[in-house]
């Protein structure tokens, strides 16, 4: 195959190096992307309880939609004919869509893989699908995604290495399919997926066939499957460093704020995870000083914000006492201010990030982080206090 060329997709360019950790843009065709960046997820063309606008606020410039699902509904003709994924959500910015791997081997019913691609039963009334490379770039295209990913297999862990080091074969196979099958726009991309376990021989083999192929950005897949965290930087140790500097790398599905500063300090640039919204949707909410269950009896008097240094309109606006009641009475608004936190958090995150690599200060700001995180949540207010 031909390589790409630099300037028919998006741009990456490092602007800045800490150690290992690299702070950048993508420039794209939706607009340019603040790396490392974290990606809010919109599985059904939404981020759950939160608005497009609400998301923009939060400091976020990319989200990710999930292939599977949209195919299943509303269809990815349809979205098109309603002008494509971002008129159809209202998200003007850019939008990367998974390949639907991973939801086939996790969601699907009687699924069967061989050469061609995979066949299965949808799991919400069990109508048959066939999903081949080419097809799962036909769906990603038709919804006008951003970047596109590559269909992969998706193995489930813990797997022996003959199974693993087997499904390599076909995702190989597969990503050169849908590198001839994807259509070259300015500004748009496709991601090849390093799969492999944690295995290091298996990784760098895979490493290898996918670079070998050519891609806008290189993903690392098949992690954030129970695996600890131990093993996966071990895993990331021995995988980044194989792959190419001048393009964006993707750590998929890691979502745990100790996992994602872990990974920028290995070199990651972009991250996506459900786990901020389902997160809020449940209750739980992310801080500076580690996560709070808001189900939790002890804020339901009190008067306190969530994180008296977070300027989201949640910590503004509302107190834990509150937010214990409408998470409690099971309220809408208890999802959607939680979920409107945590994705704030979630950006600052990054932000913070991108400052420390750029000052070449993220040493200290990683033993800060972990400083705030062992320190556990607020101090119980004392009964009298909660009354004034």
């Known amino acids: 195959m031909a390589p ?59 989200v990710l939609a999930n292939t599977y699902h949209l195919m299943l509904r509303p269809g990815a003709e349809r979205v098109a004919r309603q002008g494509g994924l971002h008129r159809f959500m209202n998200w003007p910015g850019p939008i990367l869509t998974d390949s639907g791997g991973f939801q086939v081997m ?4 009687l699924r069967t893989v061989d050469a061609q691609g995979v066949v299965f039963r949808s799991h919400l009334d069990g109508s048959r699908y066939e999903l081949t490379p080419e097809r799962a770039v036909e769906i990603q295209d038709l919804l006008d995604a951003t970047i596109t990913m590559v269909l992969d297999e998706c193995v489930r ?48 083999r895979s490493a290898a066939a996918i670079i070998g192929i050519g891609f806008d950005g290189y993903a690392i897949g098949g992690l954030a499957v ?26 998929m599905g890691v979502g745990r704020p100790e996992d994602i ?25 992310f801080t500076r000083r580690g996560t709070v269950s808001l189900r939790n009896a002890r804020h339901a008097d009190d008067p306190r914000p969530l994180d008296p240094a977070c300027a989201c309109p949640t910590c503004r606006g509302y107190g834990r006492a509150y937010l214990h009641h409408l998470v409690k009475a099971g309220e809408i608004l208890g999802a959607q201010l ?45 009964p009298d206090a909660r009354t004034g």
């Not at 996790?106 to 019913?109: D, E, F, G, R, T």
């Not at 076909?170 to 994807?182: D, G």
């Not at 872990?262 to 209750?283: E, H, K, N, Q, Y």
Request: neutral net charge; contains cysteine; hydrophobic residues 40%.
């Open 261 to 285: 500063v872990g990974a920028v300090a290995r070199g990651i640039d972009m991250f996506d995870c459900v786990l901020p919204t389902r997160s809020g949707r449940t209750g739980q909410a």
């Open 338 to 382: 939680l979920t409107w936190h945590n994705l704030h958090y979630y950006q600052e995150l990054m932000a913070g990030l991108r400052i420390a690599i750029r000052e070449r200060r993220l040493d200290d700001h990683l033993a800060a982080f972990y400083a705030d995180q062992a320190l556990g949540d607020l101090p119980e207010v004392a």
């Open 157 to 204: 862990l813990p797997a022996d290495r003959d199974t693993i080091a087997r499904s390599l074969e076909l995702t190989h196979a597969w990503a050169a399919r849908c590198r001839a099958a994807f259509r070259r726009r300015p500004g748009y991309g496709l991601f090849g997926i390093v799969q492999g376990g944690t295995e290091d021989d298996l990784r760098a």
């Open 106 to 109: 996790s969601l699907a019913q």
């Open 4 to 62: 790409i060329d630099r300037d028919d997709g998006p741009v990456f360019s490092v602007e800045a190096r800490c150690g290992q950790a690299r702070a950048g843009t993508l420039r794209t065709a939706h607009g340019a992307v603040r790396t490392p960046a974290f990606m809010p997820v919109g599985t059904a063309a939404t981020v759950k309880a939160m608005s497009p606008e609400a998301v923009t606020a939060t400091g976020a410039d990319i």
């Open 226 to 251: 129970g695996e600890p965290q131990a093993v996966m930087f071990r895993t990331l140790d021995a995988t980044v460093p194989l792959l190419p500097t001048d393009r964006p790398r993707y750590l």
